[in-house]
C-alpha cells in the first residue's frame, strides 16, 4: 500500500479521496489555487501546496503536479474527475516520473477518449453500438448531408473528444445540418482542442444507464450493477438512482455482460464506467467509457457496500480485486441529488457567493458528500456543484420518500441552490413510480420550478401590469 498519495482536483472529489486515504492509513497532499485557499480539501489534507495563483491553471499543469508530488515524497497521484483525469497525456507523465497513476493506462485512456475509435472497438466485438459515421471533417458537404439521409433524421453530432454535454448538437432537418457541424465543431475544438466530429442516430427518449466496473492490473473485472441516470438537463445530469427501478434481470444480466466485455477489450484496470443508451423497446447500445471515477459512484458505493475511492486505490498498490462476479448483489435502491449553486429562475445561472448558514440532512441511511461549509465564499471560477445528497432505502419508492425528507432538511444559507428544483423533481408522480426517460426534464420544466420563482414572476409581470395603466 502507498505511503502517501497527492490528490490532483479539488472540490467534494477531492475531499472524498481524502476521507478514503484516511480510511487506508495513507497520507495525503492537496493541491489548491489561490483562489481555493479557504476550501475544505487543504484544511483536511496532510499537506498542501500552492499551485497556480490563477484559479485554474495550476489544476491543468501536468509539470507543476508531478514536481509537487516528488517534493513532497507522494508515490502515486489520484486525479479524481475533471481536469486532467482523462487526459493521457498526463498520465503518461505521471508513470514517466516514476510515480503511480490511479487509474487505467495512458492507452486505455487515450483509446476510450476519442469515441470513434472507441465506438469501433465495441462494434468489432458485437457490443451494439448507434448506428453512425466515422470522423466526418474530410468529408464534403454532400457526403455528410448523405450520412444524414441513410441514418435517418434526427440525426446527433458529437465531438470525438467530447464529453460532459459539450460538443454535441440533435439535427432533426436537413436545413441546420450544416450549420450544426460548423458549431459542432468550434465548441470541440475551444474545449477539447480537437474538432473532429462523428455522427449518430438521434435515439429519442431514451433511458441512458451506466454500468460501473472495477479491474484489477491482473486481467479479472467485474460490473458493480449499473445507475439510471436519465434524469438530465442539457446532457448534464441531476439525479441518479441504483439499480435502476426499471431493469429487468435478463436484460441486467446482458448489459452487464457488454460492460464487462467493454472493458476486456480495452484492456482496462480500476474503476470506470460503461454508458449506455437504452431504447424504448429495451434495445442497448454502448455510448461512451468513461476512465475515471464518477461524480455519482456514491449511489454505487451505498449499494454494494464497497468503498470505490479505496478500491481504486487497492487496486493501483498492486492487489488483486477478490471479488467475483457472484459476490455483486443490489442492497436496496440509492438516489444521489446533486445540489448545486445556481439560481432555477435565471435559466439556472451559477450563483456564488458566501455562505452564512449550511444545514446539512441528517439521519438513518442519508449521506452528504459536500465541500462548503458556514462563512465559506465560493469561488465563481469553477463547477456549480456544492453537494451531494444520498439516500439508501430496501425499495425505490422508499428510497425516494427518504430524498424528499432530506431535500427538505438540506439547506444553504447565502447563495440560491438547485434544492426545491430537485426536491419538485422526486415530488413529481412520474418520477416516483420510476418512469423517465432523458426527456424528463424539457418535459416538465415549467411544472419543476420552485413556486417561489414562479410568484416572482407573477409579481413582476403584475408590476409591469401596473406600471403601464398607472396602477397602484
Same mark, same amino acid.
Given at each position: 500500500m502507498f505511503k502517501k498519495i497527492l490528490i490532483a482536483n479539488r472540490g467534494e472529489i477531492a475531499v472524498r479521496i481524502i476521507r478514503a486515504c484516511n480510511d487506508l492509513h495513507v497520507k495525503s497532499v492537496a493541491i489548491y489555487s489561490e483562489a481555493d485557499r479557504d476550501s475544505l480539501h487543504i484544511k483536511m489534507a496532510d499537506e498542501a501546496y500552492k499551485v497556480s495563483e490563477e484559479p485554474l491553471k495550476g489544476y491543468l499543469d501536468p509539470d507543476t503536479i508531478i514536481k509537487i508530488a516528488k517534493e513532497s515524497s507522494?508515490?502515486?497521484?489520484?486525479?479524481?474527475?475533471?481536469?486532467?483525469?482523462?487526459?493521457?497525456?498526463?498520465?503518461?507523465?505521471?508513470?514517466e516520473a516514476g510515480l503511480v497513476f490511479i487509474g487505467p493506462s495512458?492507452?486505455?485512456?487515450?483509446?476510450?477518449?476519442?469515441?470513434?475509435?472507441?465506438?469501433?472497438l465495441m462494434s468489432e466485438n458485437g457490443i451494439p453500438i448507434v448506428p453512425g459515421t466515422k470522423v466526418l471533417n474530410q468529408n464534403t458537404q454532400e457526403e455528410i448531408k448523405g450520412f444524414a439521409d441513410k441514418i435517418g433524421y434526427p440525426v446527433i453530432l458529437k465531438a470525438s473528444a467530447g464529453g460532459g454535454g459539450r460538443g454535441i448538437r440533435v439535427v432533426f432537418e436537413e436545413k441546420d445540418l450544416m450549420d450544426s457541424f460548423e458549431a459542432c465543431k468550434r465548441e470541440a475544438k475551444a474545449f477539447f482542442k480537437n474538432e473532429d466530429i462523428f455522427m449518430e442516430k438521434y435515439i429519442q427518449n431514451p433511458r441512458h444507464i451506466e454500468f460501473q466496473i472495477l479491474g484489477d492490473n491482473y486481467g479479472n473485472v467485474i460490473h458493480l450493477l449499473e445507475r439510471d441516470c436519465s434524469i438530465q438537463r442539457r446532457h448534464q445530469k441531476l439525479l441518479e438512482i441504483a439499480p435502476s427501478p426499471l431493469m429487468g434481470e435478463d436484460l441486467r444480466r446482458r448489459m452487464g455482460a457488454a460492460a464487462v466485455m467493454a472493458a476486456k477489450v480495452s484492456g482496462y484496470s480500476n474503476a470506470g464506467t460503461v454508458e449506455f443508451l437504452l431504447d424504448e423497446t429495451n434495445n442497448f447500445y454502448f455510448m461512451e467509457m468513461n476512465t475515471r471515477i464518477q461524480v455519482e459512484h456514491g449511489v454505487t458505493e451505498e449499494i454494494t457496500g464497497l468503498d470505490l475511492v479505496a478500491r481504486q486505490i487497492r487496486i493501483?498498490?498492486?492487489?488483486?480485486?477478490?471479488?467475483?462476479?457472484?459476490?455483486?448483489?443490489?442492497?436496496?435502491?440509492?438516489?444521489e441529488a446533486r445540489i448545486n449553486a445556481e439560481d432555477a429562475s435565471r435559466d439556472f445561472a451559477p450563483n456564488p457567493g458566501r455562505i452564512i448558514g449550511y444545514y446539512p440532512a441528517l439521519g438513518p441511511?442519508?449521506?452528504? +458528500? =459536500?465541500?462548503?461549509y458556514k462563512?465559506? %465564499?465560493?469561488?465563481?471560477?469553477? +463547477? =456549480?456543484?456544492?453537494?451531494?445528497?444520498? %439516500?439508501?432505502a430496501s425499495s425505490y419508492s422508499l428510497a425516494v420518500n427518504k430524498m424528499i425528507r432530506a431535500l427538505g432538511e438540506f439547506k444553504?444559507?447565502?447563495?440560491?441552490?438547485?434544492?426545491?428544483?430537485?426536491?419538485?423533481?422526486?415530488?413529481?408522480?412520474?418520477?416516483?413510480?420510476?418512469?423517465?426517460?432523458?426527456?424528463?426534464?424539457?418535459?416538465h420544466l415549467q411544472h419543476l420550478i420552485p413556486q417561489e420563482v414562479k410568484d416572482e414572476i407573477f409579481v413582476a409581470v403584475a408590476n409591469a401590469i401596473g406600471f403601464k395603466y398607472g396602477l397602484e
Open positions: 507522494a508515490e502515486a497521484i489520484h486525479p479524481g474527475y475533471g481536469f486532467l483525469s482523462e487526459n493521457a497525456d498526463f498520465a503518461k507523465k505521471v508513470l495512458p492507452e486505455v485512456i487515450a483509446k476510450m477518449g476519442d469515441k470513434n475509435q472507441a465506438r469501433a493501483a498498490s498492486g492487489e488483486l480485486l477478490e471479488l467475483l462476479q457472484s459476490d455483486i448483489k443490489p442492497q436496496g435502491f440509492a438516489i441511511f442519508v449521506r452528504i +458528500d =459536500s465541500c462548503i462563512d465559506y %465564499v465560493i469561488p465563481p471560477h469553477y +463547477d =456549480s456543484m456544492v453537494a451531494k445528497v444520498i %439516500v439508501r444553504v444559507e447565502g447563495i440560491k441552490t438547485t434544492t426545491e428544483f430537485l426536491l419538485n423533481i422526486c415530488r413529481e408522480k412520474n418520477f416516483g413510480r420510476g418512469d423517465f426517460d432523458t426527456s424528463y426534464i424539457e418535459t
